[in-house]
């Protein structure tokens, strides 16, 4: 058996390949490739005869796994933030960071990364996709209140029909008023391709598995949670079995609050941010929601502000109870009643 280390960049890969030689791991051959000649690249592991291979788990990796991977026997995606080794090196080259990699893979201790499905990879593209669109919109609103309130003359509903009779009313600067009408072609462009996105991803949720589709019934039967929030869920989380608990799904999220003891003395911290931010983004969005619009959030949010002192740290908290139900229910399969009830 041999076992490949590859280092992954846009132009080209550094691999080395290793093998087990009297009980010592031995460097047989190391290689250099160009990422546009895939011929070269697929040439070259069909000679090897039988291997593992293991990738960092970076931005691009998905076209060379699907490039070797009916050719390897094993391949091991690395989660790039926790083989710290790499990063840490004081002698770092492309080589060594293949070899390192070969070497860890040799010992089983690469700590692997999760590899989404290809309909989970195209759920986040979309998901992300409506995301953005929506921040520019946001922004480009944001702009336009700042133009008016320049005038004095800001109001309520500013995007409505009423209002943007209002807004072309306002007696502006030639400037002010090219701006202004670039800002409003933008915000028609952008409100076109949200509706767009919005209805590609109606389009993807009904050719979904079943499975998929018993997880967004579930998710519907939670107070406030639309299909926007249920598709951010779905596309970042995944199959929420293959977390092994809710602490796991938790720091995924990047919501579990970091501790530091030291000498019997502990200390709570922020909470670690890590994973998708999307994803933390949807779950206190929701919280809010529930806590402005329900009894039994509320409720739950007053307790954790009194205990904290702070309502930005007692809505984390709600938002993490949510996420924690939210897990319970998609691995039980079961409805928001019977679970909260």
């Not at 691999?15 to 070259?44: G, P, T």
């Not at 050719?71 to 090196?89: T, Y």
């Not at 028609?188 to 499975?211: C, I, M, N, W, Y």
């Not at 609050?257 to 983004?281: C, D, F, V, Y």
Request: proline fraction near 2%; hydrophobic fraction near 40%.
């Amino acid at each position: 058996m041999k076992y490949v280390g590859v280092d992954l960049h846009k132009q080209t890969i550094s691999v080395c390949v290793m093998a087990e030689v009297a009980q010592k791991r031995k460097v047989e051959q190391r290689r250099s490739l160009l990422c546009k000649d895939v011929q070269a690249i697929r040439r070259f592991f069909e000679e090897l005869g039988t291997f593992r291979v293991v990738v960092e788990a970076t931005s691009s990796y998905e076209w060379f796994l699907l490039l070797i991977e009916d050719l390897a026997d094993r391949c091991v995606l690395a989660h790039p933030k926790k083989l710290r080794v790499i990063a840490e090196s004081k002698h770092k080259s492309d080589k060594i960071d293949a070899q390192i990699l070969a070497e860890f893979l040799m010992l089983d201790m690469i700590p692997e990364a999760y590899r989404p499905s290809p309909r989970v990879r195209q759920h986040r593209v979309l998901v992300r996709h409506r995301n953005r669109v929506q921040r520019q919109i946001t922004k480009v609103k944001c702009q336009l209140r700042h133009k008016a309130a320049g005038y004095n003359a800001d109001i309520v509903g500013l995007f409505s029909t009423r209002g943007l009779i209002h807004l072309a009313k306002i007696a502006m600067s030639h400037a002010d008023r090219f701006e202004c009408r670039a800002l409003q072609d933008q915000l028609e462009f952008l409100q076109q391709q949200l509706k767009a996105a919005d209805q590609e991803l109606r389009s993807f949720a009904q050719t979904g598995p079943v499975a998929e589709r018993e997880a967004r019934a579930i998710l519907a039967t939670v107070p406030e949670v639309g299909t926007v929030t249920t598709d951010v869920i779905l596309s970042e989380t995944a199959d929420v079995r293959r977390f092994r608990g809710a602490k796991r799904i938790v720091a995924y999220a990047g919501l579990d609050p970091a501790t530091r003891e030291s000498a019997g003395k502990s200390k709570q911290l922020s909470i670690s941010k890590e994973g998708s931010p999307l994803l933390r983004w949807a779950l206190i969005e929701t919280a809010w929601r529930l806590v402005r619009k329900t009894t039994r959030w509320r409720r739950l949010f007053e307790r954790l502000r009194a205990s904290t002192g702070h309502k930005k740290k007692a809505i984390v908290g709600v938002a993490r109870r949510l996420l924690c139900l939210l897990y319970a229910m998609l691995r039980d399969g079961r409805a928001y009643r019977l679970a909260a009830d």
